[in-house]
């Protein structure tokens, strides 16, 4: 799809691009021309400029959003949003379940093979025309019910895209998916025409609903129809009326019933051959054409033109022209009475002729038209690339050539930068997806099924989808956990846990941590712990730092800010003993950090004053060697350091350390009484 | 973002198929526009519903029955939120609501738990910092006591009379600290909870003794998002979970009832003895082997894709929606 921003004029204005995630930034400048520098638009409240035209014949996909007002000399920003269709409520039925089925058809494998396979491939060809046909009367119901004029045209243009959509993949599927042979191929056709070409539905209700249909002046209209589809019973059931009332028609009604009664048709079964179907089509279309050159009919013109639509007689066929309404169904009804053994690669010629005939150089084709007669020529690739410009959404190209990949009818395409067609438009399809505040989540899927580029896509775009609540961010995680990305998974994590440090949600940023096993942010969530404790004297979140549990081995930090705790606790619970112990394992251990050991040794003052004795001789010794290493690294940083507080306590440590092992050497040397 | 609020009529008209399914599709009744996303909500009584939304704020919206609208009743704004301005102009999202009328319990993503009732403009009681982590998910233990579970594996009960900001209890899986999601009580047996967790993992608690739980199942294997007992039928369960699945967890023991010649003497008479003490068939969930009494587990879902976010259940109903925007409804579940 193009995209044209209309308002943007580069031949007036220097513009200038930034890209977005999902959003492309146009600006306009004043530089290079008059003046020099570049202005910058304030940001001004946005209104919001829908403009697309949505004719068939061209495509505009960019909503444009024009920020300021166009007084001369200011300029202006364009947002220019891609893949607008994502946005509309009504087709994200649409999305949701076409995913689903996309999803089943890549589970399904090659399990089965031959006709069964095909069975399975046209049933999925079927599951996603119901899903548009249900889009469709959704968004009919809309457009009713609206009251708003922009929106109902809105609406009402979707339903006909939708339509149309169904219309091409409808064909697609007779032609490509179920590849139907010569014979059922024209039931098939006819199928298509009758459900497809609905212009004519209201007159065929308001004269089978009148009390008299015979009088109704589009009697023959209807009756027409109806043979022009192929409709012989129905015909025949209108013509019986007409004939009741008026009985001078009799024989002529009689014969014609007849002929049409006998027409011979393809069937599905494998109830005759080919050649069987044309030895008695030959022999029936002989018995027409001599009752119409006998003259049987001549008296009554409607019955003479039906047979001579019978008979095949282009010209009679064409005069119907208003009741067939498109080309497509001049070619089947064509087929109908001319060649109804066609084979599918003769469709081409028919086709082109038809087409010719119909619009009779008065009007040029439409794209619609140049995509059917594309499928009609069994050019796959030139479907898709007509419909790939024509329409505003990758929706129905991706889909469609995926299904007919699975029927293995594209050949390796090898586009110039590496990947196949049907890789290149799920992969532009699900890129739209992502742009989605909550489809994103099916894009991820399609991003699955791509062999070549999938993995690399998906991890670009996982990054930047926005993280606004913790549950979204479970679901980015868990998505890159099952799929091994473990870059995003730490970048993910890393993101929500700054997130809950800058709001000083400690427990949350600890949790992001240990999902990503991040050992470097449990150090800096620890050491933020520890400057609280320092600066407030208590430890904040207990609940936190008293249950760690095994996440405590995360990190060095970690495992002392627990065991430190832990520390803290054993003293209030009058367990010195052990709290000494602990003490002294932190420092010689090496699991505190350097800066901390002065706190530590502090906190073993009171222990050292204690009245009963707890450090053993040995562990004063540890706790003398420990102190002269603190303060010996530190002698010269602190030479001209008049810090009255530190020289003391480590006076008072010195003293208190001495006192200590003074008293625990003549106590250990005491022999016990026994 | 159009986020919407909206109440379906399940009807109970429409043909019931060849497997029991019900062909009636829930029709819409009405809706109305909610900002931000809908992290949880619950009726608070026949015409109240009340949500809350990820911007931080929890409205109670009431259903008029005789027009089929929905308006917004009353609206707490900023019942959660950060300190710092950065972050979505401070809103923190509010990840869990219970009620029981006229009281309101949320809680959110800034570690806060707010007593609202539903009359009062202003919050009955906030407990700041409750949690130094987010807590996920709250629901009644009883009427003044309430049960959260938060993202570093604990469950804590809060006493709301008392009016100290500490939890009255607080229970730890052992090993590693895999948040919680959910969290609900059974029924009639107070001190029976059920848990679950970041790695799908059901857990059952008896609250009356230890700090660890009774049991762990391996359930899903992804993020279980909710667990409910059918309020009338406690033998059941039902776990839902980010990888698409729905799980009916049936610990009823009292199946095959039928007493079989063959066990005239032996099995039948335990099931007899079993029934007629009224608490030991319900201690089917507190058993240490859950697999040697014959817990039937059954997956609703046939085709899974994309996560259940959320399921309730009631009388023979229920009802689950997916993240592929589809709500199913089943309305014979022990058919």
């Known amino acids: 799809p193009t995209q044209v921003v209309p308002g943007a004029d580069p031949s007036a204005r220097q513009l200038c691009f930034a890209w977005g995630p999902a959003e492309v930034l146009v600006c306009e400048t004043r530089f290079g021309r008059a003046g020099g520098s570049r202005s910058r638009s304030p940001s001004r409240s946005q209104s919001r400029s829908p403009s697309r035209s949505q004719s068939r014949s061209r495509a505009l996909t960019g909503s444009v959003t024009d920020t300021g007002e166009g007084a001369p000399g200011s300029s202006r920003v364009f947002l220019v949003r891609r893949d607008q269709d994502i946005y509309i409520q009504t087709l994200r039925k649409l999305f949701n379940e076409s995913h689903g089925i996309f999803m089943g058809l890549q589970r399904s494998e090659d399990e089965l093979a031959g006709k069964s396979r095909k069975a399975q491939l046209v049933q999925v060809s079927k599951n996603y025309r119901s899903v548009i046909r249900a889009c469709m009367e959704d968004m009919h119901q809309a457009a009713v019910s609206t009251r708003d004029p922009a929106l109902q045209g809105q609406y009402s243009t979707q339903v006909s895209i939708l339509s149309a959509m169904e219309l091409i993949w409808n064909l697609c599927e007779i032609l490509f998916v179920e590849a139907a042979a010569a014979g059922p191929l024209l039931l098939r056709l006819l199928d298509w025409v009758r459900l497809h070409v609905c212009d004519v539905d209201s007159m065929v209700r308001e004269v089978l609903s009148s009390e008299n249909p015979s009088k109704h002046k589009l009697f023959w209209n209807v009756v027409d129809v109806f043979v022009l589809q192929g409709r012989m019973d129905e015909a025949r059931h209108l013509l019986s009326k007409e004939v009741t009332a008026n009985p001078t028609s009799m024989n002529m009604y009689k014969i014609l019933d007849d002929l049409m009664k006998k027409m011979p048709m393809p069937s599905l079964g494998n109830t005759q051959t080919l050649t069987e179907l044309e030895l008695k089509w030959q022999h029936w279309h002989e018995e027409c054409q001599r009752f119409l050159q006998d003259g049987t009919f001549a008296s009554n013109p409607h019955m003479e033109s039906i047979c001579k639509i019978l008979v095949g007689d282009e010209d009679a066929i064409l005069e119907k022209k208003e009741l067939m309404t498109t080309w497509y169904h001049f070619l089947v009804t064509r087929l109908l009475y001319s060649h109804p053994t066609v084979k599918p690669m003769e469709l081409r010629f028919y086709a082109q002729s038809s087409m010719d005939l119909f619009l009779g150089g008065e009007s040029s084709p439409e794209p619609l038209d140049m995509i059917l007669m594309a499928a009609f020529e069994f050019e796959m690739h030139q479907v898709i690339k007509e419909c790939s410009i024509v329409l505003s959404n990758w929706w129905f190209v991706a889909h469609l050539t995926d299904l007919l990949d699975h029927c293995k009818l594209l050949q390796s395409h090898n586009l110039y930068f590496g990947s196949n067609m049907r890789e290149f438009l799920l992969l532009e399809y699900a890129s739209g997806l992502f742009s989605h505040h909550s489809l994103w989540q099916l894009g991820v899927d399609y991003f699955d099924h791509c062999p070549e580029f999938g993995r690399v896509y998906l991890e670009l775009h996982i990054e930047r989808i926005p993280l606004n609540t913790e549950q979204k961010a479970l679901k980015v995680l868990r998505i890159c956990e099952q799929r091994q990305m473990h870059e995003q998974v730490r970048s993910v994590c890393k993101i929500m846990a700054m997130k809950a440090l800058r709001n000083n949600r400690l427990g949350s940023a600890l949790s992001w941590s240990i999902r990503a096993k991040d050992a470097a942010f449990a150090t800096l969530i620890s050491d933020r712990f520890l400057k609280d404790y320092c600066e407030r004297g208590c430890f904040s979140d207990l609940d936190l730092i008293d249950n760690l549990g095994p996440s405590m081995l995360l990190s060095d930090r970690l495992t002392f800010l627990g065991k430190y705790r832990e520390f803290h606790r054993l003293y209030g619970e009058k367990r010195f003993p052990e709290a000494a112990r602990l003490l002294l394992t932190l420092m010689t251990a090496h699991i505190a950090p350097c800066s901390f050991w002065m706190t530590l040794l502090t906190d073993a003052l009171p222990l050292l004053e204690q009245k009963e004795i707890i450090f053993s001789a040995e562990q004063t010794y540890e706790l003398m060697r420990c102190l002269e290493d603190l303060t010996a690294g530190n002698a010269d940083k602190q030479k001209f350091q008049e810090d009255d507080v530190e020289t003391t306590k480590v006076e008072m440590l010195r003293l208190a350390l001495a006192r200590n092992l003074a008293r625990v050497i003549v106590k250990e040397g005491t022999v016990e009484g026994s | 973002q159009d986020n919407r609020i909206s109440l379906w009529s399940a009807d109970d008209l429409g043909n019931v198929g060849l497997n029991g399914e019900c062909h009636g599709e829930p029709h819409l009744l ?159 047996q107070q001190h029976i909870v059920a848990t679950g967790g970041q790695d799908g993992m059901l857990s059952i608690w008896d609250i009356r003794q230890g700090t660890m739980p009774v049991s762990l199942l391996n359930a899903h294997e992804a993020e279980m998002w909710e667990v409910h007992f059918h309020p009338s039928n406690p033998d059941h369960l039902f776990t839902c979970s980010e990888d698409g699945s729905l799980w009916h967890w049936d610990a009823s023991t009292n199946r095959s009832e039928k007493p079989s010649f063959l066990h005239q003497g032996g099995r039948s008479t335990t099931y007899l003895s079993h029934n007629t003490i009224n608490q030991s068939v319900v201690s089917a969930w507190l058993s240490n082997d859950p697999t040697k009494d014959r817990m039937e587990i059954t997956n609703l879902i046939p085709n899974q894709t994309l996560s259940v976010n959320s399921l309730d259940v009631l009388g023979p109903c229920l009802v689950y929606g997916t993240d592929a925007e589809a709500i199913y409804v089943n309305r014979q579940l022990f058919a």
């Not at chain 2, 809350?52 to 707490?76: D, E």
Request: with cysteine; aromatic share 6%; hydrophobic share 35%.
């Open chain 2, 30 to 188: 009405c809706d109305i526009q909610h900002n931000g996303d809908v992290m949880d909500m619950q009726f608070l009584d026949q015409e109240r519903i009340v949500v809350a939304s990820s911007t931080g704020t929890v409205t109670i919206f009431r259903h008029h029955q005789n027009n089929q609208t929905l308006s917004a009743n009353h609206r707490w704004e900023r019942a959660h939120y950060h300190v710092d301005q950065d972050t979505s102009c401070g809103g923190a999202a509010c990840t869990g609501v219970v009620c029981n009328n006229p009281e309101i319990v949320t809680v959110g993503e800034d570690g806060r738990i707010n007593l609202f009732r539903a009359d009062q403009k202003d919050a009955v009681r906030t407990i700041d910092n409750a949690d130094s982590s987010t807590l996920h998910a709250v629901t009644f233990l009883r009427t003044t006591e309430i049960l959260t579970v938060n993202s570093i594996g604990q469950l804590k009960i809060w006493d709301l009379r008392q009016q100290r900001n500490e939890p009255s209890q607080i229970f730890s899986l052992a090993g590693d600290r895999v948040p919680l999601h959910c969290v609900d009580r059974h029924p009639n």
